[in-house]
């Protein structure tokens, strides 16, 4: 979403997160019988998984609400930028995240 991870303070924990989680679904998916939800529940893969994510959807969280702060003051500043298309192939495509916050912003 724009953000450099060398800006965020949690990005060593983040990058593990990420790493370990990664380890984990390939050890599943080598492992026919770790397939079914259940046993990959009671080998306790499932819960390993589950403290892995949350430091990434705090991370992500995080980065979601500065970029929902930028939009905010972006946007009060200018007014007159609002109405921007995006189009596919185009410079604007970059911008595919300040138009998704605009429409939860807006509606």
Do not use: C
């Amino acid at each position: 979403m724009g953000v450099k991870l060398d800006e965020m303070k949690t990005k060593d924990k983040y990058m593990k997160s990420i790493y370990e989680i990664g380890t984990l679904l390939v050890s599943r998916l080598l492992r026919p019988w770790l397939h079914s939800n259940l046993m990959f529940y009671l080998s306790g893969q499932m819960n390993a998984l589950n403290k892995l994510l949350k430091p990434v959807h705090a991370f992500t969280r995080d980065i979601i609400k500065k970029r929902r702060q930028l939009f905010l003051i972006n946007q009060m500043n200018n007014n007159n930028d609002s109405n921007e298309k995006i189009e596919a192939g185009s410079e604007n495509f970059a911008n595919y995240d300040e138009y998704v916050l605009s429409i939860f912003v807006n509606h």
